[in-house]
């Protein structure tokens, strides 16, 4: 049984969106790093070197960030008040195109990486810039760290300032290079990334639809995130009748894994494009409310349509990359939500966590619970500095999402092993 | 000179609502604890020993903190799905209870205060419990670490479970020892504290009035807080239009210098009684939206109407003591309001920081800014976790709030001495 580790502790973790199990003082039971189930007590003789006794803590999977631009790591947290097509040009923009230099790409992607393990995010799906050789920088760093991630280089040659713009023969030539190159690595997969609509001629779309459908390779882009920008496009694609479609007719929406952000504001026909199980539609609570964007995400209501939904930081628009704050802003902006438009409910814990964990990573190859055969992608919470007695784990789960912070995670394992920060 | 100090780095304070003032790379001149005035270069032959060089570091007001239940700091961040009536029954009222227990009230209030001091609240307005001598604790702790301070016993003798209830006569009779005993000692004075119309008869709100004017005591409490407790508010007391009326006419609305939290569903006649310089309403945007209470407090309208305006962390509904914080979620659940009511805009960092600092602590005898003549109380904002270049202090100081923690405040100071954790 030397391959054997058992991890001792009170494990939660989600089901399905209803449903969080929580099992108390019970062992994880793990082969090379791969779950084999969960038991109150181990077999007679097991091996006691090989059982890691975490007390009373807690362990939860490992969170999923599925929106996040790694190259606005710099510029969080600041421009909040202004407009989205404005702190674009202001802030993102010049801040993105520093990363023509490998060196600052190295060092800021190197920032961002430490501080995704920091917060608990061991699966990540996240921009780069349109800059080849950053690309690569930021596929090698989430490789070393043994993180589950998609990641790509980023597409853009219309309606972008003059020293941040690509030509579109260029673009897709590029692309292509990056998808056979770094088509999959480790745990580490190449994503096809147009910026959004308004950023990428038809042409663009046209080809990166091309190359996703012939490599299989996953697409991350944003969608129906502001009044403002849906406006543009719709200029821009007058032969569509909204985003998802000039998505879908050009082989973007569904075809192959596709990870949408936002979603705020989806027609009749854009929800049923979404509800292809290839597709999954991103909710970043904070960014949407920093950088307002006319709406908020109905969460429950895409929930009850039976659309794959996960939480994304959205650094830069959001401020922080802590997921489990995430999970509270989500909960907390559709109360806000509901308060104005009483017709959905808000979501609650179970929902929120579920986003955060099990339905994030489904694109990852099994992470983000602990059923038996998933990867041992964990954190384990240390909540001792919080005073309280006879409470119950879910409670302590709540109370590290709403109250917490990255200093009551003190271990990170990915496919068993641990993790240093 | 030697009982002046000069304290070095980039100044920002709030002049008005639309006013910060950021004096970068400046001293400011503090005799005894008292702002004297900020400075470009010191006069000759200041003694160099007196200067405390914060380099490049951000020096800041401490925070104000206007509505928080020091007797909830162990129930935050739990049960956050329940409605308001709910949530008390469930979790506050038997949490509260156990400050019947003096060693409890000790160590709670002791880790309270604690971390008050760790977020960089200098200045706080806030409720204990019903408990005579749990009170006297959490003056006394306030009184000892130096903080600028209200707190008084808690009142309630109706609707609330037998195990958390007074009669209206001891519940007077041992709010007017305390004020006696406590008016004020330090920076510290006793508030009269009933917990919300529809826990107190009108035979103790009437009293509790009494003693308001009898002693100068400013009053603190809940009002037009949710669609609920107004409804049974309405039904307790059919002779009055509204819980502002209850107050108003009792003695207990600005007659004395008037603190009320919420303040969310407020009627024109109630916006009326509330712009009485007297009168302070206070907005706490993490705990409104965490126990759903129906509504956002219009914050620009009530700004534009002239109403006094402060953050609450609102412990333990509310589930961080982090003011900095609190302007964040401020700004952002503006927004998210403004998406769903256009009619009054968002509120800025500006607008919010002042909320925080000078306006929240107008009771207090001038804190909350760097006017000449004000206390020195300060926090020192290191942000050199955040790499960054070329950037101004305001946005510095926007990225604390949103995305810094504790972490960032290296130095406190109250009345100019140096306050440790």
Redesign the interface.
């Known amino acids: 049984m030397d391959n054997y580790k058992a991890y001792l502790g009170n494990v939660i973790y989600s089901q399905d969106k209803d449903t969080l199990v929580v099992k108390e003082k019970s062992y994880i039971l793990v082969q090379d790093g791969i779950v084999q189930g969960i038991f109150k007590d181990l077999p007679e003789g097991f091996p006691q070197e090989n059982i890691i006794d975490w007390g009373n803590n807690l362990i939860i999977p490992g969170f999923s960030d599925m929106h996040v631009h790694a190259s606005q790591f710099?510029q969080?947290?600041?421009?909040?008040?202004k407009k989205l097509l404005d702190w674009l040009n202001t802030y993102t923009y010049p801040t993105e195109a520093k990363f023509q230099d490998k060196e600052h790409a190295k060092?800021?992607y190197g920032?961002f990486v430490d501080e995704l393990v920091r917060q608990g995010t061991l699966h990540v799906n996240c921009f780069s810039s349109i800059h080849y050789e950053a690309s690569e920088i930021l596929f090698e760093l989430l490789l070393e760290r043994g993180l589950f991630a998609f990641t790509g280089k980023l597409n853009m040659d219309q309606n972008s300032p003059e020293f941040y713009l690509e030509d579109t023969e260029s673009s897709l030539r590029s692309t292509e290079v990056f998808i056979s190159n770094y088509r999959q690595k480790g745990n580490v997969q190449a994503a096809i990334v147009p910026r959004f609509t308004i950023t990428c001629s038809e042409e663009l779309l046209a080809g990166l639809g091309k190359l996703a459908q012939q490599y299989g390779t996953p697409v991350h882009s944003h969608m129906c995130e502001a009044i403002s920008t849906i406006k543009a496009s719709k200029e821009l694609f007058p032969n569509y009748k909204n985003e998802a479609e000039v998505f879908y007719h050009n082989n973007l929406l569904g075809q192959t894994p596709t990870i949408m952000a936002h979603c705020i504001f989806m027609d009749d026909d854009v929800v049923q494009l979404m509800q292809n199980p290839n597709c999954m539609a991103v909710h970043c609570p904070?960014a949407t409310?920093?950088i307002?964007?006319?709406?908020?995400m109905p969460v429950k209501k895409l929930l009850e349509m039976g659309i794959n939904l996960a939480i994304g930081s959205d650094i830069g628009s959001g401020?922080?990359l802590s997921i489990a704050r995430g999970i509270?802003s989500t909960?907390?902006?559709s109360?806000?939500?509901?308060?104005?438009?009483p017709q959905w409910e808000?979501v609650?814990?179970s929902e929120a966590f579920y986003m955060a964990t099990r339905s994030g990573g489904r694109y990852f190859n099994k992470v983000g619970a602990f059923d038996k055969g998933y990867h041992f992608n964990a954190l384990v919470i240390d909540d001792s500095n919080f005073?309280?007695e006879n409470?119950t784990s879910l409670?302590r789960l709540?109370?590290?999402?709403?109250?917490?912070?990255d200093r009551n995670i003190v271990m990170r394992y990915i496919v068993g092993k641990e993790l240093i920060i």
Not at 292 to 296: E, H, L
């Open positions: 710099l969080r947290g600041m421009g909040m008040d060092k800021i920032l904070d409310a920093n307002n964007a006319g709406g908020i401020a922080s509270a909960i907390q902006h109360k806000i939500r509901n308060m104005f438009d808000a609650n814990l005073p309280g409470l409670e709540e109370r590290f999402c709403y109250a917490g912070d």
